[in-house]
């Protein structure tokens, strides 16, 4: 029999151990918890409000809704024109390789579409799904454990990201790639824009192409000879001060290894490099000194 302070002590351990289960980080962009603390048929409501981060649902039980509300700058989302901005918001999911024990649904109007499955026989990993919203419209993901014996193995975790300046170009749900316009080459007004716009704006040669059937993406390796802007290390330094990295684009765009130099511009889509515009360096300096000359250009570039 225990007495009144050993039932007030183990009170204490329980409500910390639960509170343990379920946590917000400090930034509240991500989230991770167990269904361990759920109670059977609950639906846990859980709201995050950055452009990226990440959930993590250890031993799933019940279901989550999650809300996705990102403060955006201003400035991220368009009407379109020359920097081809949809004025939607595209949010995208990228599943962990291990991801397993739930299904994660994209909740429209009251109606549940389902975006990933359980996948606890499938050799393939989960493949980044991307959809698009409004702008001030809420994104709600809605998180159905799957029924198992033994759940002690099972995580369902994934990452997120949301922005309003994507285009055509960088939709990369990997079961839609019949986007119009995915893989024409930018205009003129495109390229400037781009160099004003993108993650990273890179000079460099195309080394090789490898293809990847399964995702359907083609990755450009790229010895970069200047590297104007990157966000992230997405072109470190290598042998005899060279840059070297990888670009990443639609399989069905057909890029062939090809000589000469070439200005790359993308963004940054789960840490990896996603190809935008990739003129030839001399199309691009055309076109930039056509837009100084006419004091029409949108951003300067340092010189060579």
Not at 27 to 51: F, K, N, R, T, Y
Not at 93 to 104: N, V
Not at 110 to 122: K, N
Not at 241 to 269: D, Y
Request: proline share 6%; net charge neutral.
């Amino acid at each position: 029999m225990l007495s009144g302070s050993g039932c007030a002590l183990w009170i204490v351990l329980l409500s910390h151990l639960e509170t343990a289960y379920a946590s917000y980080s400090e930034d509240q962009c991500s989230w991770m918890g167990s269904g361990l603390s759920q109670q059977p048929g609950s639906v846990e409501q859980i709201s995050l409000h950055c452009a990226e981060g990440s959930l993590d649902w250890l031993y799933p039980k019940g279901a989550l809704r999650l809300s996705l509300s990102p403060r955006l700058p201003s400035g991220a989302v368009g009407p379109g024109g020359a920097g081809r901005s949809s004025g939607l918001i595209t949010a995208c999911i990228k599943p962990e390789e291990t991801f397993w024990g739930a299904q994660i649904y994209l909740e429209r109007d009251g109606i549940l579409e389902l975006l990933v499955g359980d996948r606890p026989d499938s050799p393939q990993p989960p493949r980044v799904r991307c959809f698009s919203r409004p702008p001030g419209e809420k994104v709600a993901l809605f998180l159905q454990a799957t029924p198992h014996q033994d759940i002690s193995r099972r995580i369902a975790a994934f990452q997120y990201e949301l922005r309003g300046d994507w285009n055509a170009r960088l939709s990369l749900d990997s079961n839609t790639v019949h986007h119009e316009g995915a893989c024409r080459p930018c205009n003129d007004t495109e390229i400037l824009m781009a160099v004003c716009t993108s993650d990273f704006v890179v000079r460099g040669n195309i080394r090789s192409v490898l293809n990847d059937e399964d995702l359907r993406v083609s990755v450009i390796k790229v010895s970069a000879s200047r590297v104007y802007r990157q966000k992230y290390s997405l072109f470190p330094t290598g042998g005899r001060l060279t840059k070297a990295g990888e670009i990443r684009t639609l399989l069905q765009c057909g890029v062939k290894p090809g000589a000469g130099s070439f200005l790359f511009t993308g963004r940054v889509h789960f840490g990896e490099a996603w190809l935008g515009c990739a003129p030839r360096y001399k199309d691009f300096r055309r076109a930039y000194e056509e837009a100084r000359n006419a004091h029409e250009i949108p951003c300067e570039l340092a010189s060579d």
